[in-house]
């Protein structure tokens, strides 16, 4: 994944982003909420989908080992971008909502508990995650 910068007044979500491969590629721009003009996506919406994604393949996983159909999972996930209160730095608040009609509530809160604990996005919401940044010579 590449992303290069544009204009912006603060440079946030600015620029375009473009995976190796081009499968993805798009303008990336702040939200109107926070001063943007919105036409473009912007990171949140990018670790939501990747979020959501995630975990609806670790839950169907699950299912399938089950033998539950997977069919009618669906999992939206909302992220907020804000303020630490305890020290001003930026935070991600992540809220998954996860519908699938048609099975015993109890089955599938025990199967939501073992895909946050197998989805590699809820495991470094939890956990944190190792990270490297390297300044390209």
Same mark, same amino acid.
């Given at each position: 994944? %590449? @992303? $290069? /910068?544009?204009? =912006?007044? $603060?440079?946030?979500?600015?620029? $375009? *982003?473009? &995976? =190796? ?19 473009? %996506? ?9 979020? !959501? ?13 089950? *033998?539950? +159909?997977?069919?009618?999972? &669906? @999992? @939206? ?6 303020? +630490? ?16 009609? /048609? ?5 599938? +809160?025990?199967?939501?508990?073992? !895909? ?5 996005? =809820? ?5 944190? %995650?190792? %990270?490297?940044?390297?300044? *390209?010579?």
């Amino acid at each position: 994944m %590449t @992303v $290069h /910068g544009g204009a =912006a007044s $603060h440079g946030r979500a600015s620029g $375009h *982003a473009r &995976s =190796a491969d081009g499968a993805l590629d798009l303008e990336l721009r702040m939200p109107a909420e926070l001063g943007g003009d919105g036409r473009g %996506t912007n990171p949140e919406q990018l670790f939501a989908a990747g979020f !959501a994604a995630c975990f609806h393949g670790a839950l169907s996983l699950l299912a399938r080992q089950e *033998a539950l +159909d997977p069919a009618a999972i &669906s @999992v @939206v996930a909302t992220v907020a971008f804000g303020r +630490d209160p305890e020290d001003g730095g930026y935070l991600l608040r992540v809220d998954l909502v996860v519908r699938w009609p /048609g099975v015993d509530p109890a089955t599938a +809160d025990e199967l939501i508990g073992k !895909a946050d604990a197998l989805c590699p996005y =809820a495991r470094m919401a939890w956990r944190g %995650t190792p %990270t490297t940044i390297t300044l *390209a010579s």
